[in-house]
Nanobody
Framework: QSHLVESGGGLVQPGGSLRVSCGAS????????IGWFRQAPGKEREGVSC????????NYADSVKGRFTISRDNAKNTVLLQMNSLKPEDTATYYC?????????????????????WGQGTQVTVSS
C-alpha cells in the first residue's frame, strides 16, 4: 500500500491549467521533503519540482520554471503542484515522492534516488 496518494490529473487543452495534489494518511507531510516527478511513455522519470520539509526552499526543473508552482497546504496535509500554460510535452504520469527531514540543494532534490516513499501516480494529458 502506497504511503502517498496523488490526485487531480486529467485531460487539459494546451495553454490550460491543472493542479495535482499529493496527500498522505500515515504521516505529516510537512516533516518531509516532497518531490514531484513525471514519466512519459518511453522516457525516463524526470524531476519536476521539490519543496523542503517545513517549506522555505524549493526548486524547479528548467522545463517547468515560470509555469509550475509547488506549495504546501498543511491544514489538509497535502502538497500541491499548480501547472499553468501546459504544453503537450507535459503529458505524463505525475508522481509525488517523500523523504523525511532531508533537503538536497540544487538539482539534487530533483533526483529520484533521494526519496524513500512514492505514490502510484496520476495521469496528466495535454491535448487538443
Amino acid at each position: 500500500q502506497s504511503h502517498l496518494v496523488e490526485s487531480g490529473g486529467g485531460l487539459v487543452q494546451p495553454g490550460g491549467s491543472l493542479r495535482v495534489s499529493c496527500g498522505a494518511s500515515r504521516f505529516t507531510l510537512d516533516e518531509y521533503t516532497i518531490g514531484w516527478f513525471r514519466q512519459a511513455p518511453g522516457k525516463e522519470r524526470e524531476g519536476v519540482s521539490c519543496i523542503k520539509y517545513g517549506g522555505g526552499s524549493l526548486n524547479y526543473a528548467d522545463s517547468v520554471k515560470g509555469r509550475f508552482t509547488i506549495s504546501r497546504d498543511n491544514a489538509k496535509n497535502t502538497v500541491l503542484l499548480q501547472m499553468n500554460s501546459l504544453k503537450p510535452e507535459d503529458t505524463a504520469t505525475y508522481y509525488c515522492a517523500a523523504v523525511k527531514l532531508k533537503w538536497y540543494y540544487g538539482d539534487t532534490c530533483l533526483g529520484a534516488d533521494e526519496y524513500d516513499y512514492w505514490g502510484q501516480g496520476t495521469q496528466v494529458t495535454v491535448s487538443s
